[in-house]
């Protein structure tokens, strides 16, 4: 007989004046029991302080009731809010949230993906690091679990819940513009990643809607990471005709651009503007406070955990959902009119 913290189920079906079976079909969300044996069931349970024995559950069910995320960097603070989200959506619906570091490198990411699926994880969350790894995307495909994909377009198949990068990087772009701004740097991603590649098309949209060219030597393009930020700040605010503002497409990208500027002695917005992507303690505490493209990462986790769920409980082969988070415009002290700009150019 099973016992747990001192009771057992022939207490708690003693105490709920019912059967063993019925007891046993309430813990395992059986359909046929009715509403008011199960209401009569689960208030014993917690009468009594009993605590089902999640090992046996698993294996009768063949759920471990653990949700696996790998993300790269567990150590970015944005992603708390994200992290906190889903664990406590999660472990409302008495799931447990395994959080794993890939670190952005593909070997680690594909030993995490196969200790998951070994260790028999009931659903997977990820942001992987390319959507052009047909490798990675055929291991995700035979684990046989839901996958949701955070900030990521493909596989196309697997259920996502992606920022608005595109929109946010637009508004942006345009406000820099009407500012009477030219010159503008963007330093983002790889657009083989969903958020490079959004980020570039609403810097182009921006231009297109002004009908402005944009300058393409401008444009960087190759990682997120503040090191590489700060490098390509460097090089621009050093070279001929420098931006007189950046685009700052990335959560990390923000640290290293602001390295690089301080290091030369540059003001902002005096001698250059500046936009970020993603709200920071780092954005609000500059002086003067960085404008930014903003959204709830609370609400990215909470909508991850709720299509894992659902996905749980349906069982389905539904098509696959796409979610689109909203980005805004926190607009601060970082931006201003370029030295010398006219008012028919800021108009």
């Known amino acids: 007989m099973k016992r747990t913290n001192g009771r057992t189920i022939r207490d708690v079906a003693r105490e709920a004046k019912v059967s063993l079976g ?34 046996a559950q698993s294996m009768r069910k063949k759920r471990t009731r653990t949700v696996g995320c790998i993300i790269r960097d567990i150590n970015l603070p944005a992603l708390a809010a994200f992290v906190r989200a889903a664990h406590d959506a999660f472990f409302q619906a008495g799931y ?43 291991m995700l495909k035979a684990a046989d679990i839901p996958v949701v994909l955070v900030d990521r377009e493909y596989p196309a198949w697997a259920d996502a819940v992606m920022v608005d990068h595109r929109g946010g990087v637009r508004r942006a772009t345009e406000q820099l513009l009407q500012l009477g701004h030219r010159r ?15 980020r570039i098309a609403g810097f182009e949209a921006a231009h297109r809607a002004f009908g402005v060219k944009p300058v393409q030597r401008l444009i960087r393009r190759e990682s997120f990471l503040a090191d590489y930020a700060f490098q390509q700040t460097s090089i621009l605010v050093t070279g001929k005709d420098p931006p007189t503002a ?27 503007s500046l936009v970020a992507a993603s709200d920071s303690d780092l954005a609000q505490l500059s002086e003067p406070p960085i404008t930014v ?55």
């Open 22 to 55: 019925t007891v046993s079909r309430v813990l395992n969300q059986h359909e046929s029991v009715s509403g008011e044996i199960r209401e009569r069931v689960e208030r014993a349970i917690r009468a009594l302080g009993y605590t089902p024995n999640a090992v």
């Open 96 to 138: 447990a949230l395994l959080l794993t570091n890939s670190e952005g490198q593909r070997h680690r990411e594909m030993e995490l993906v196969a200790l998951l699926s070994s260790r028999k994880a009931d659903a997977l969350i990820i942001a992987h690091h390319s959507e052009q790894d047909e490798e990675l995307h055929q």
């Open 246 to 272: 950046i685009v700052a497409g990335g959560i990390d990208v923000l640290p290293g651009v602001l390295r690089a500027l301080r290091t030369r002695g540059l003001s902002i917005p005096g001698d250059i």
């Open 293 to 347: 493209e903003s959204w709830d990462y609370a609400e990215i986790g909470r909508i991850a955990a709720q299509l894992v769920l659902e996905r749980l409980a349906t069982k389905g082969k539904a098509e696959p959902r796409r979610v689109l988070v909203p980005a805004e415009l926190v607009q601060r002290g970082s931006c201003a009119p370029p030295r010398g700009a006219s008012r028919r150019e800021r108009a």
């Open 184 to 198: 503008i740097a963007l330093i983002t991603g790889s657009p083989a990643l969903y958020p490079g590649r959004e």
